[in-house]
C-alpha cells in the first residue's frame, strides 16, 4: 500500500471549513484514498472513501487532485464534536487483509 | 443492531497471567482485525482475519494468539501477559467485496499488566 504524509497537528475555528491534507505521491491506479477519524480514545470511524472523482457525504467532501498524489478532507462547518485524530489511509479496495493506520492527523476545533 | 461488542472493556492483570478478549459482530462480515493502540499513537495491527477458521499475522503478533472458530466471534488471547501489552485493543469487521476497507470498530478494551 502506499505511504501517506500528513501534518501531526491543526487549529479550526469553530464553524469554519476544517480542511486536512494528505499526500500519497506513489499512490497506484487501483488504491483508494479512505478517511477515518478518532474520538478521544473511542474506536475509529469511517468517514469516507475516493478513487479519481470527489466525493461528498454526509459527513466531509473528499477532494483528490488529477494526478491522485494528494488529497483533502474538508469537514464543511467544524463543530466542537469534529475534534479528533483523523487518519488517511491507501489501499487496494476489495482487500481484507492488513490495514494500516498512521499516526494521522490531529484536528482541534476552537470555539 | 450492536455492531462490534467487546469485552471485557476494562481488565488488570498481573504479569505472567492469562486472559482472552472477545470480540463479536452481528453483521454478518467476513473480515476481522485486532489492534492495539498505546498512548499518543496510532493503531498497529496485531492479527487478522479473512474467514472462519483462518487467521494471519499483522504488524505486532508476538505474545498474541487468535482464534476465529464461528464468523461472529474473533478471540484474542495473551498466555503470558507482560507489561508491554499495557494497551488498548480494538477489534474491527469489515465484509468483502467493496466495502472491505470499510472497518467497524468496537468500543475498545482497556488492558492493564502490572
Redesign the interface.
Known amino acids: 500500500d502506499a505511504k501517506t504524509t500528513q501534518p501531526p497537528s491543526m487549529d479550526c475555528a469553530e464553524g469554519r471549513a476544517a480542511n486536512l491534507p494528505c499526500n500519497h505521491s506513489t499512490i497506484s491506479g487501483n488504491e483508494?484514498v479512505?478517511w477515518?477519524r478518532q474520538i478521544h480514545?473511542?474506536?475509529?470511524?469511517?468517514i469516507i472513501?475516493g478513487l479519481k472523482n470527489n466525493e461528498t457525504n454526509e459527513m466531509a467532501s473528499l477532494i483528490i487532485t488529477e494526478d491522485r498524489k494528494s488529497s483533502t478532507l474538508i469537514l464543511p462547518h467544524a463543530t466542537l464534536r469534529d475534534t479528533a485524530?483523523y487518519?488517511c489511509?491507501v489501499?487496494v479496495?476489495?482487500?481484507?487483509?492488513?490495514?494500516?493506520?498512521?499516526?494521522?492527523t490531529s484536528l482541534t476545533v476552537i470555539p | 443492531n450492536a455492531g462490534?461488542t467487546q469485552t471485557p472493556k476494562f481488565r488488570v492483570l498481573k504479569t505472567g497471567q492469562s486472559m482472552t478478549l472477545l470480540c463479536a459482530q452481528d453483521m454478518n462480515h467476513?473480515?476481522m482485525?485486532w489492534?492495539r493502540q498505546d498512548p499518543g499513537?496510532?493503531?498497529?495491527?496485531i492479527h487478522?482475519s479473512?474467514g472462519e477458521g483462518t487467521t494471519?499475522k499483522?504488524?505486532v503478533p508476538d505474545g498474541y494468539n487468535v482464534s476465529r472458530l464461528k464468523k461472529q466471534n474473533f478471540l484474542l488471547g495473551l498466555e503470558s501477559a507482560a507489561p508491554s501489552q499495557t494497551s488498548?485493543y480494538?477489534c474491527?469487521s469489515?465484509s468483502?467485496?467493496?466495502g472491505?476497507?470499510?472497518?467497524?470498530?468496537?468500543?475498545?478494551s482497556r488492558l492493564t499488566v502490572l
Open positions: 483508494y479512505y477515518y480514545s473511542q474506536g475509529p470511524q469511517y472513501h485524530v487518519y489511509i489501499r479496495a476489495l482487500t481484507g487483509n492488513q490495514f494500516y493506520f498512521g499516526t494521522g | 462490534v467476513e473480515y482485525y489492534y499513537m496510532g493503531l498497529r495491527l487478522y479473512v494471519a499483522g504488524e488498548v480494538f474491527a469489515s468483502r467485496g467493496s472491505a476497507n470499510v472497518l467497524t470498530f468496537g468500543a475498545g
